[in-house]
């Protein structure tokens, strides 16, 4: 088989969590242009309804629904609606999530249990539900978790502190991986992403005051782009990546390598 067709997505339902905005739009965009049918969902209606527009001038077919993944008891509703209107989900892309600034001694426990509910129990239970209604009963999957370099080593304290976030990340990345081992049985993939710092309504006040050390603490020289997420959030989300699972990739710049 071709290369160009193990990379098509037509015919296929492509759910992205947090998709109205930044990273999860960026990827939106990537799973419509190789075919998918998209099913986009995040908390604010008037942000859902710009992206729809927004992928309706690409041409690609969008149905979009409200729902705070941080709240446990909106999230099944949410996903049996999609599955009534598509009938399937094939690719999951879990991208929903949210930081939180302070030094450790000090750190909120409502701030520290808003970003586990949204980063880690609301990924959890998507997760779930997608798989017990949909891809474990038509034995295929395609679920493309979206992590942070945040998840894989510590922060130097000089640029950030947050706790929360980064044992969230690191908790996605080994869920990743458990995940991965587990539902392989049912012809489902799990990987992750990883990105470093890409502008967005998330890291703009944070990149207004390390951006300039960011940069030249990496290889490459630049923050994240508009572009940066798509070929491999499509890869993994295609038969190309088909024997490809429990892998996360770090699209950084380099940071991570040095």
Not at 37 to 65: D, I, N, S, W
Not at 155 to 172: C, F, M
Not at 189 to 206: D, E
């Amino acid at each position: 088989m071709s290369v160009k067709k193990m990379m098509d997505l037509t015919g296929k339902v492509a759910m992205v969590t947090g998709g109205s905005r930044g990273l999860g739009l960026q990827i939106a965009e990537a799973m419509g242009e190789m075919g998918a049918k998209l099913a986009l969902t995040a908390r604010k209606p008037e942000e859902l309804a710009q992206a729809k527009e927004h992928l309706g001038r690409m041409h690609y077919e969008v149905f979009t629904l409200p729902c705070d993944h941080g709240k446990a008891a909106s999230i099944q509703p949410v996903v049996e609606q999609i599955m009534q209107h598509y009938g399937q989900i094939d690719i999951l892309v879990n991208n929903a999530g949210t930081t939180w600034g302070a030094p450790a001694e000090e750190h909120p426990l409502d701030a520290w249990q808003k970003v586990m509910d949204l980063n880690v129990t609301g990924l959890f239970l998507t997760t779930q539900l997608v798989g017990k209604l949909s891809m474990i009963p038509r034995r295929y999957g395609r679920i493309v978790n979206i992590a942070s370099i945040a998840g894989l080593f510590g922060n130097d304290p000089r640029i950030q502190k947050s706790l929360a976030y980064n044992t969230s990340k690191g908790a996605v990345v080994n869920m990743t991986r458990t995940l991965a081992a587990e539902w392989g049985q049912y012809n489902i993939t799990v990987n992750a992403i990883a990105p470093g710092f890409f502008p967005s309504k998330m890291t703009k006040f944070l990149l207004g005051q390390i951006g300039d050390t960011v940069i030249a603490q990496t290889p490459l020289a630049r923050l994240g782009g508009d572009d940066d997420l798509k070929g491999l959030a499509a890869l993994f989300a295609s038969d190309a990546a088909a024997h490809i699972t429990g892998q996360i990739v770090a699209v950084d710049g380099g940071a991570t390598s040095i």
